[in-house]
């Protein structure tokens, strides 16, 4: 059993930012634990990567919304390597519906924020349990800048902001045993996931609201939560860091208010 090397779980590890958040963080020298639910091709091509970069990585498969397959999944990885160091709560456990609330069936909205709050609960419960005997670790939830939004995406939204608020709870209770807690709340960020779901024109709108005028990559998401994650980063303690290419800061530039005074 490696005791040595750092430990990092991440969820919904198989594609996207979850995908390049374990890239990035085998870079850095953790033993990555690439979570995934089904796609186990996709899974084991992200270990391969890592390997073949000189890192060291293991996919393991689990619903991160059943908590017997959590609790399956911590006892194979404290098995195999005596501790998880760092979690990063990254998995889509459900697709959100991007429907006016008019229409949305409650079935719909309630399957988003259950989902949502569901694999978070679960891998935290879990794995704080861990982190609290050792009294260290680091817990990254990957949220996003939806949680503010206003319009098609009430499920989503919703869900977001729940996440948001849950981890501030984690972190209150993490900190008095020596657990960082933060969150990074993203922007649009280009994806496969995105991508099925970006029309051309809320592209565009996107790009022409970023301060680099253009969508981030999830290389660039990566490297955010890998800062988060790393355990010399001490100075913030259940905060939401809003990571949108300066979507945010364009924006009340362009407001009115803000020209008229410039």
């Not at 963080?25 to 391969?48: I, K, L, W």
């Not at 990567?49 to 000189?54: E, R, V």
């Not at 955010?224 to 980063?233: C, N, R, T, V, Y």
């Amino acid at each position: 059993m490696e005791q040595s090397q750092r430990v990092v779980l991440i969820s919904g590890a198989s594609r996207g930012i979850g995908a390049a958040t374990a890239r990035e963080m085998g870079r850095r020298g953790y033993h990555v634990v690439a979570n995934y639910r089904q796609n186990a091709d996709a899974a084991a091509e992200v270990v391969r990567s890592i390997k073949a970069a000189g890192g060291s990585a293991q996919a393991v498969r689990a619903d991160v919304c059943d908590p017997e397959q959590v609790s399956a999944m911590l006892d194979r990885i404290r098995t195999d390597r005596g501790r998880i160091d760092a979690l990063v709560c990254n998995a889509n456990t459900v697709n959100p519906p991007f429907e006016p609330l008019l229409t949305l069936s409650w079935d719909d909205f309630i399957a988003k924020v259950s989902g949502e709050l569901a694999g978070a609960y679960f891998l935290t419960q879990s794995v704080l349990r861990g982190m609290a005997e050792e009294r260290r670790g680091r817990i990254v939830y990957v949220s996003s800048t939806a949680a503010d939004s206003i319009g098609t995406v009430a499920a989503h939204s919703t869900a977001k902001a729940a996440l948001n608020t849950f981890s501030r709870h984690v972190a209150g209770v993490a900190a008095q045993y020596g657990v960082v807690v933060n969150t990074v709340a993203f922007g649009a960020v280009r994806t496969d996931a995105t991508a099925g779901v970006m029309t051309d024109d809320l592209r565009k709108f996107m790009e022409s609201r970023s301060a680099f005028g253009r969508l981030l990559e999830a290389d660039e998401a990566a490297r955010s939560i890998a800062m988060l994650a790393d355990e010399d980063f001490t100075a913030s303690v259940g905060q939401v860091l809003r990571v949108d290419g300066g979507f945010e800061v364009l924006d009340r530039q362009l407001h009115p208010m803000v020209r008229h005074f410039e």
